[in-house]
T-cell receptor, first 114, second 112 residues
Framework: ETGVTQSPTHLIKTRGQQVTLRCSSQ?????VSWYQQALGQGPQFIFQ???????GRGNFPPRFSGLQFPNYSSELNVNALELDDSALYLC?????????????FGPGTRLLVL | AQSVTQPDIHITVSEGASLELRCNYS??????LFWYVQSPGQGLQLLLK??????LVQGIKGFEAEFKRSQSSFNLRKPSVHWSDAAEYFC??????????FGAGTRLTVKP
């Protein structure tokens, strides 16, 4: 196990609703990244937080937003849910270094939008 | 921008046979390269990584991968596959201090 935890494990929402997903990073890690994995596809980068600031964003609309807290845990918020938002949402934590960082993934939150 | 291609969507091998999963990347500089494995409904587990140095890297569960700059490849190998290796395998390329790009994955089926 990586020490990265996510909650909830599963979630069902309806179109137009809002959702908040949570992630606790591995001890000693200061960076959290979020990914969306649609069924049968590889993970797609949503954004990354380093020391409570957004540090890079993938091709996702502004209704996907996030936060990182002083203890380095993080939230992913999605507003105005659409059917295509149904996916496994993965959180990964890492420790920023000069020589490249390794991301360790949590078990994910499976979101179903009806 | 970097990208990753895993040419094989699905591979079936017999238990005890050798395995090679292919990964090609597109990146301007020396990339950081990773292989992850995902069991159904689970998160991603790191198998191995390459940042620099020896181009043959050893990972967990008996896996190894070789970085070949001339071929822009980072293929994953295992000499003898076990039934528990059946899973989805993802190759990924990362920039320093930034996001990772994943391939579409290769699903491995192991025949008894």
């Amino acid at each position: 196990e990586t020490g990265v935890t996510q909650s909830p494990t599963h979630l069902i929402k309806t179109r137009g609703q809002q959702v908040t997903l949570r992630c606790s990073s591995q001890s000693g890690h200061n960076t959290v990244s979020w990914y969306q994995q649609a069924l049968g596809q590889g993970p797609q980068f949503i954004f990354q937080y380093y020391r409570e600031e957004e540090n890079g964003r993938g091709n996702f609309p502004p209704r996907f937003s996030g936060l990182q807290f002083p203890n380095y845990s993080s939230e992913l918020n999605v507003n105005a849910l659409e059917l295509d938002d149904s996916a496994l949402y993965l959180c990964a934590s890492s420790q920023r270094t000069s020589g490249g960082e390794t991301q360790y993934f949590g078990p994910g939150t499976r979101l179903l939008v009806l | 921008a970097q990208s990753v291609t895993q040419p094989d969507i699905h591979i079936t091998v017999s238990e005890g046979a050798s395995l090679e999963l292919r990964c090609n990347y597109s990146y301007g500089a020396t990339p950081y390269l990773f292989w992850y494995v995902q069991s159904p409904g689970q998160g991603l587990q790191l198998l191995l990584k390459y940042f620099s140095g020896d181009t043959l890297v050893q990972g967990i569960k008996g896996f190894e991968a070789e970085f070949k700059r001339s071929q822009s490849s980072f293929n994953l190998r295992k000499p003898s596959v076990h039934w528990s290796d059946a899973a989805e395998y993802f190759c990924a390329v990362g920039e320093e201090n930034n996001d990772m790009r994943f391939g579409a994955g290769t699903r491995l089926t192991v025949k008894p």
